[in-house]
C-alpha cells in the first residue's frame, strides 16, 4: 500500500506562489502515475496536473502556464509548483497516486488519495 502526505497549502494573495509536496510512502516503487487533483465546496473534484513514472506530464487548461508538476524520486515526494495564483485555485488540493501490481500473472490497478491540503488565494 501507499499513504500520501500533502503539505504546503495556506493563504496567498492573488498572483503569489505556493509549493505543494505529496510525501509518498510504502510500496513507492509501484507508483505509476502521480496527478494532483482539487476541490471546492459545492463543487466536483477535478484533475489539476498529471505526472508518469517517465516524466510525462498533463495539466488543465486553467492551470497551464502556471504551475507546474514535478517528482523527487530520490525523496519519495511529488511537487506542485502553483505561480500566478489566482482566487479561482482556491479549494483543497489532494494528491494522487496510482498504481499497478502483477498478482498471478494478472496487473491490478490501484489509486491511493492523499488527505489534502487547503490553498486559499486571496483577491
Known amino acids: 500500500q501507499v499513504q500520501l502526505v500533502e503539505s504546503g497549502g495556506g493563504l496567498v494573495q492573488a498572483g503569489g506562489s505556493l509549493r505543494l509536496s505529496c510525501a509518498a510512502s510504502g510500496d513507492i516503487t509501484s507508483i505509476n502515475t502521480m496527478g494532483w487533483y482539487r476541490q471546492a465546496p459545492g463543487k466536483q473534484r477535478e484533475l489539476v496536473a498529471t505526472?508518469?513514472?517517465?516524466?510525462?506530464?498533463n495539466y488543465a487548461d486553467v492551470v497551464k502556464g502556471r504551475f507546474t508538476i514535478s517528482r523527487d524520486n530520490a525523496k519519495n515526494t511529488a511537487y506542485l509548483q502553483m505561480n500566478s495564483l489566482k482566487p479561482e485555485d482556491t479549494g483543497v488540493y489532494y494528491c494522487?497516486?496510482?498504481?499497478?501490481?502483477?498478482?498471478?500473472?494478472?496487473?491490478?490497478?490501484?489509486?491511493?488519495w492523499g488527505q489534502g491540503t487547503q490553498v486559499t488565494v486571496s483577491s
Open positions: 494522487r497516486a496510482d498504481l499497478s501490481k502483477l498478482r498471478f500473472g494478472v496487473s491490478f490497478k490501484f489509486g491511493y
Open positions: 505526472i508518469t513514472s517517465g516524466g510525462s506530464t
